[in-house]
């Protein structure tokens, strides 16, 4: 079974302070996402990867950069952190080739004050 | 860019009574799926489909897709307490590469 996890679950951090989310997969799938998710917004797309190094925006990405240096880590990083990103943020594996079924981690928690 | 529209956004039934979710696109989708997220937990992947006027069915849900692939509908029959969650259609487009268009969600809530 696809495996994920996301690292922190919860973080409390101040507004101007980098903040780094970490996905990471125990199998080697291609394309991996990061979304956000906010009240009365559902699931919007910040920045995906279709392989090591290949990584392109999505429809919220202002304010945010990813890396992925190796298959099973794709990491989200907020260089200065603004109030405005506080949210639960999902990173997601496609399981069945491109836009196929996606798998869900358990989400991390930011709370920027 | 492509817009993809989820109807109702909250509906609350009685125990037993029928649900029904709408989704609309402005494109034609190539693929549309649907996820259910529960109450504090993440999206989970329900199904997908693909061909003109697909139906689907997985015991008391189904799936429906347009004629025209620019909408889907999620009909649950008999309503549950487990089926409590928000229900989320997600599209590709031919204009996507690799993503996925979300709707907003609709928020089941069932009175036992």
């Known amino acids: 079974d696809a495996g994920i996890t996301q690292s922190p679950r919860h973080k409390v951090t101040e507004t101007g302070t980098p903040v780094t989310l970490r996905c990471h997969q125990t199998?080697?799938?291609?394309?991996m996402y990061w979304y956000r998710q906010d009240p009365g917004h559902g699931l919007r797309l910040i920045h995906y990867s279709y392989g090591v190094k290949d990584t392109d925006k999505g429809e919220v990405s202002d304010g945010y950069s990813v890396s992925r240096s190796k298959t099973e880590d794709f990491l989200l990083t907020l260089e200065s952190a603004t109030s405005s990103q506080t949210s639960v943020y999902f990173c997601?594996?496609?399981?069945?080739?491109?836009?196929?079924?996606?798998?869900f981690g358990e989400g991390s928690r930011l709370t920027v004050l | 860019g492509q817009q993809v529209m989820q109807i109702p956004q909250y509906q609350h039934v009685q125990e037993g009574e029928d649900f029904t979710t709408y989704c609309n696109s402005s494109t034609t989708l190539s693929n549309i799926q649907w996820y259910k997220q529960r109450p504090g937990g993440h999206p989970v992947f329900l199904i997908q489909?693909?061909?003109?006027?697909e139906v689907k069915k997985q015991k008391r849900l189904t799936f429906q897709f347009g004629e025209a692939k620019k909408n889907s509908s999620l009909h649950i029959t008999a309503t549950q307490t487990t089926d409590v969650g928000t229900y989320f259609c997600?599209?590709?487009?031919?204009?996507?590469?690799?993503?996925?268009?979300f709707g907003k969600g609709t928020l089941l809530t069932v009175n036992p």
């Open positions: 199998e080697n799938h291609r394309y």
């Open positions: 997601a594996i496609g399981l069945a080739g491109v836009v196929g079924e996606l798998f």
């Open positions: 489909l693909v061909k003109s006027g």
């Open positions: 997600a599209g590709k487009s031919g204009g996507s590469n690799y993503t996925l268009t």
